[in-house]
């Protein structure tokens, strides 16, 4: 595998100069890197055998009225986008669990199935992919584009989906406000620091847990090697991102030179949301009545379900923040305010290779087909290349790759 200097380039541009060209965003997932775009979003994976297999459905964009408006857009990009990320995470274990199963066949000298792609991921994909979803696709499913994209139309009516989103947001609850909070409220006692649950000094304290909760699991899972890939494709996710948003054609090349690191990464966001709750839950603690049971428990409990109501308040706040840093604090002394985010992005991108480069571009060239009118069928039918170099000679998807689902 590895890039080819023959290859057709494409550039990041747009014929037009009076549209805007869209923020792309991204998500790495097992083997694969899923990349979106307003109106489209693209996921490929690359299998054993070298080739690459896409899925790329439309998206409707729903970014007018009441969805474009500041504080609303953020909350709503957060729910679609971990709706969208759980929906790429499992197609790229679908694809795992398929080359897992294929494996295991030739070993005992089985002839293999003729889709095993289509069996239900069991054990090596799911294994893997639980690892991290609770808190890791927060982390890589986080917005990262410019405002609320709607999940597609396959996540409609889907029980399963829907308990497993609900099953993360539990989650979110439990790693962003309960285990900090429990935390500081120990340590608190422990220490006999005597701070009032509502107090400055212990929702510092409390968003000081809140890091060390976050850094602390993504080092750990770190360590697991099929996450420590992921976290490379991360890294090429956002090397092939900084190439488009340079303008620049979409090559090996150009993207092995961009750093890894990323304004708009939900890593930042996970750091900012533990910054943002700080100053939040002070000023909520300092409106609300005091709480004075008698009891420490009891009173955390209650300052708890106060802050329940606030989540969407946390999360719109840091989506906006982290859009005006993102936009006006990319360059000289101001870049100061993202090193606390690149720092721990540090954890959670490494430095990818060539192939895993061709995988990342080959998502945003699948995606941009259809951004830039190319593309304009519709099929539920997912598409294999070969390899790198044939998408990259593909002028579109559909004529240019065989359908999985009739291969």
Same mark, same amino acid.
């Given at each position: 595998?590895?890039?080819?200097?023959?290859?057709?380039?494409?550039?990041?541009?747009?014929?037009?100069?009076?549209?805007?060209?869209?923020?792309?965003?991204?998500?790495?997932?097992?083997?694969?890197?899923?990349?979106?775009?307003?109106?489209?979003?693209?996921?490929?994976?690359?299998?054993?055998?070298?080739?690459?297999?896409?899925?790329?459905?439309?998206?409707?964009?729903?970014?007018?009225?009441?969805?474009?408006?500041?504080?609303?857009?953020?909350?709503?990009?957060?729910?679609?986008?971990?709706?969208?990320?759980?929906?790429?995470?499992?197609?790229?274990?679908?694809?795992?669990?398929?080359?897992?199963?294929?494996?295991?066949?030739?070993?005992?000298?089985?002839?293999?199935?003729?889709?095993?792609?289509?069996?239900?991921?069991?054990?090596?994909?799911?294994?893997?992919?639980?690892?991290?979803?609770?808190?890791?696709?927060?982390?890589?499913?986080?917005?990262?584009?410019?405002?609320?994209?709607?999940?597609?139309?396959?996540?409609?009516?889907?029980?399963?989906?829907?308990?497993?989103?609900?099953?993360?947001?539990?989650?979110?609850?439990?790693?962003?406000? @309960?285990?900090?909070?429990?935390?500081?409220?120990?340590?608190?006692?422990?220490?006999?620091?005597?701070? @009032?649950?509502?107090?400055?000094?212990?929702?510092?304290?409390?968003?000081?847990?809140?890091?060390?909760?976050?850094?602390?699991?993504?080092?750990?899972?770190?360590?697991?090697?099929?996450?420590?890939?992921?976290?490379?494709?991360?890294?090429?996710?956002?090397?092939?991102?900084?190439?488009?948003?340079?303008?620049?054609?979409?090559?090996?090349?150009?993207?092995?030179?961009?750093?890894?690191?990323?304004?708009?990464?939900?890593?930042?966001?996970?750091?900012?949301?533990?910054?943002?709750?700080?100053?939040?839950?002070?000023?909520?603690?300092?409106?609300?009545?005091?709480?004075?049971?008698?009891?420490?428990?009891?009173?955390?409990?209650?300052?708890?379900?106060?802050?329940?109501?606030?989540?969407?308040?946390?999360?719109?706040?840091?989506?906006?923040?982290?859009?005006?840093?993102?936009?006006?604090?990319?360059?000289?002394?101001?870049?100061?305010?993202?090193?606390?985010?690149?720092?721990?992005?540090?954890?959670?991108?490494?430095?990818?290779?060539?192939?895993?480069?061709?995988?990342?571009?080959?998502?945003?060239?699948?995606?941009?087909?259809?951004?830039?009118?190319?593309?304009?069928?519709?099929?539920?039918?997912?598409?294999?290349?070969?390899?790198?170099?044939?998408?990259?000679?593909?002028?579109?998807?559909?004529?240019?790759?065989?359908?999985?689902?009739?291969?």
């Amino acid at each position: 595998m590895g890039s080819s200097p023959n290859l057709p380039t494409v550039v990041a541009t747009r014929d037009s100069p009076t549209k805007a060209r869209p923020y792309i965003g991204g998500q790495a997932v097992l083997e694969g890197v899923m990349m979106r775009a307003p109106t489209s979003f693209a996921i490929v994976v690359r299998r054993r055998d070298g080739s690459l297999v896409v899925r790329e459905r439309p998206m409707k964009d729903e970014r007018t009225g009441f969805a474009k408006l500041p504080l609303v857009r953020g909350v709503a990009s957060l729910v679609e986008s971990l709706k969208l990320g759980s929906e790429a995470l499992r197609f790229s274990a679908e694809q795992y669990e398929a080359d897992f199963l294929a494996e295991e066949e030739a070993a005992a000298g089985k002839a293999p199935t003729k889709s095993p792609a289509s069996k239900s991921p069991s054990s090596i994909g799911l294994n893997v992919m639980n690892a991290f979803t609770a808190l890791g696709l927060t982390l890589f499913s986080l917005a990262t584009s410019d405002g609320p994209v709607k999940a597609p139309e396959s996540e409609k009516g889907d029980k399963k989906k829907t308990g497993a989103m609900g099953f993360m947001l539990l989650v979110v609850i439990v790693f962003f406000i @309960a285990l900090p909070q429990a935390s500081a409220a120990g340590v608190n006692k422990l220490l006999h620091l005597n701070l @009032a649950v509502q107090s400055p000094a212990m929702q510092a304290l409390t968003g000081l847990f809140k890091l060390t909760i976050v850094v602390g699991y993504l080092s750990l899972i770190r360590r697991v090697p099929d996450i420590r890939r992921v976290f490379q494709y991360h890294g090429a996710e956002h090397k092939t991102i900084s190439t488009y948003e340079a303008n620049e054609e979409l090559t090996v090349a150009n993207a092995r030179a961009k750093t890894t690191l990323h304004p708009r990464c939900g890593t930042t966001f996970l750091v900012m949301v533990a910054l943002v709750s700080i100053v939040l839950f002070t000023v909520v603690g300092g409106i609300l009545p005091r709480i004075q049971t008698g009891n420490v428990v009891a009173d955390n409990v209650i300052f708890f379900l106060e802050k329940l109501p606030f989540l969407p308040v946390m999360a719109a706040l840091t989506f906006e923040l982290q859009r005006v840093f993102a936009r006006y604090f990319t360059t000289g002394p101001l870049r100061a305010v993202l090193w606390p985010g690149f720092l721990v992005q540090k954890i959670t991108t490494i430095e990818p290779d060539d192939d895993q480069l061709e995988v990342a571009l080959a998502s945003l060239r699948a995606t941009l087909f259809r951004e830039d009118g190319v593309e304009k069928a519709e099929s539920k039918d997912d598409f294999v290349f070969q390899d790198y170099a044939a998408i990259a000679r593909a002028e579109r998807l559909r004529g240019g790759a065989a359908s999985a689902t009739a291969a």
